[in-house]
């Protein structure tokens, strides 16, 4: 379980910070978007300051993280004992650029097909909050770490599915990550895996719910009530 926790952790951290400029750079951006914005005040900016930026995959990657990183100034900022309204923001901000329902009933596997309209909710809220959360406080650990893109190019306009490869430089090593992105409905790009330093997120997530449907002798209702704490 510790291993699937760090994976998720790195990968949040990815998520939330990945670009091709310094950070010091984005810390300027940041300032200039959110000027003296309290964590409260940061909670109202809308989404739609990112949403023009979704016929572009690493377009939108670049405009979510300086959206995120001034939501992590902020709250370091602010009071740092009030998660609430940091992880409502992280998910307000997140939400619409993260298939969590879809991943969520790819997590579930073979189980979905079991589970009833409610779990299927049920699951699909306590997946997102879990992974919001976990992406929160691997971020409050970021250090010096650099994250650049190391593929972007322009995209066709028939193209629905698009690999972000991004690579993390930290302590002189350098891991590879990759989100897979596809279009919606709407023909918005939205984030639909990722896969860090070779670990497929999906994948792993899903062995894990396979893992605590069994010990849990197929009790789903269980295995959702206790997602939230095994993934802390």
């Known amino acids: ?138 971020l409050l650990s970021f250090n010096d770490e650099k994250i650049i893109i190391i593929n972007r190019r322009e995209i066709s306009s028939d193209e629905v599915r698009v690999s972000v490869k991004q690579e993390i430089h930290s302590a002189g090593k350098v891991y590879p990550l990759s989100y897979s992105m596809k279009k919606n409905e709407d023909g918005a790009w939205i984030i639909s895996n990722v896969l860090i330093d070779g670990i497929n997120l999906g994948k792993t997530l899903r062995n894990q719910f396979r893992l605590a449907a069994q010990k849990n002798n197929g009790n789903l209702d269980v295995v959702i009530k206790k997602w939230l704490a095994d993934t802390d």
């Open 1 to 138: 379980m510790k291993s699937d926790r760090l994976t998720v952790i790195a990968v949040g951290v990815a998520l939330m910070l990945s670009s091709p400029s310094s950070l010091g750079e984005l810390e300027r951006f940041t300032k200039e978007i959110f000027p003296e914005r309290s964590l409260e005040e940061t909670k109202e900016v809308n989404v739609k300051n990112i949403e023009g930026h979704n016929s572009d995959p690493f377009d939108l990657i670049d405009k979510l993280t300086v959206s995120l990183l001034a939501i992590i100034s902020n709250y370091k900022n602010a009071d740092p004992n009030n998660e609430e309204v940091f992880f409502e923001t992280i998910m307000a901000q997140m939400s619409p650029h993260v298939d969590f329902w879809r991943m969520s009933r790819s997590v579930m596997g073979s189980y979905r097909t079991e589970a009833t309209e409610k779990q299927l909710l049920e699951f699909t809220n306590v997946f997102r909050k879990s992974m919001v959360e976990t992406y929160g406080r691997g």
